[in-house]
């Protein structure tokens, strides 16, 4: 794991001043970021690990909202991952789809080298007052301080898996475990970044978490990812509630019930395409 001390869970690594801290991603443009060693990937090392990619995007949509006198509440973000994410410098562009007062979609695309690489798409909804009847069925997690650390570069390579910490309960049975992640680092140097994109900078650590097979026998990177958010998570600590399940002809799923220190906040899903190494 990474030298640098992990937040304590009294403490939000968005309030502190991100300049002395090392980071995930680097500012070169308007609109463009290059990717430290801290964003290299788990299965290919001269890769980015989708997680902080998938961060950067709400970053990104952030900075396109950051005019508005009201803040919509993103309730959606759907990823589609196109291809290849080279360890390179990458744009990100942002459109509105479609304009509203009290609901709106956004469209994100990353492009690496002159190629799209990933797209997502938002929906954000206005924030009502609909406290009189939150509620949810699923159970707090025991908080993180209640775990073990869990060496999570044990079993898995790059830069990003060794920049964070993972407190995870012991797996009962393959595919199925909880654990909660934190990292030190600024999203992107020098730069604030917003609860919600550095929660859902972790939120793709969950393919890793659970595995089903042993990775260096078996394949299983996750073709997208999809956040159903019903309340606005906050930090430093990104719950995952993980089951994976692999089917019988080369797909798979990673499900995941996401948490902050408040109890639930939504649900993540990731199509696996599962092959053996050769």
Known sequence: MSDTPVPSEETDPVSTGPATRESYYERTGEHRYKPTAHAGGAWNTDEQHFSPLAGLVVHALDGHLALRPERPALARISYDIL??????????????????????LLEATVVIGGRPV??????????????AVADSPHERLPAPGELGVWAMHDAWDGGYVSSIEVRRTPPTRRGRTAAWVSSPL???????SSALA???ALVDTANGIAVQQDPTEWMFPNLDLTIHLHRQPRGPWTGLDTTVTFGPSGQGLTSSVLHDADGPVGVAEQILTVRPIP
Request: hydrophobic share 45%.
């Open 198 to 200: 550095s929660y859902v």
């Open 186 to 192: 600024a999203l992107v140097a020098g730069e604030p």
């Open 83 to 104: 291809g290849r994410i080279a360890l390179d410098e990458c744009e990100i562009t942002v459109e509105t789809v479609r304009p509203g007062r009290t609901i709106e």
């Open 118 to 131: 990933v797209r997502a798409r938002a929906w954000l909804l206005a924030s009502l007052d609909s406290s």
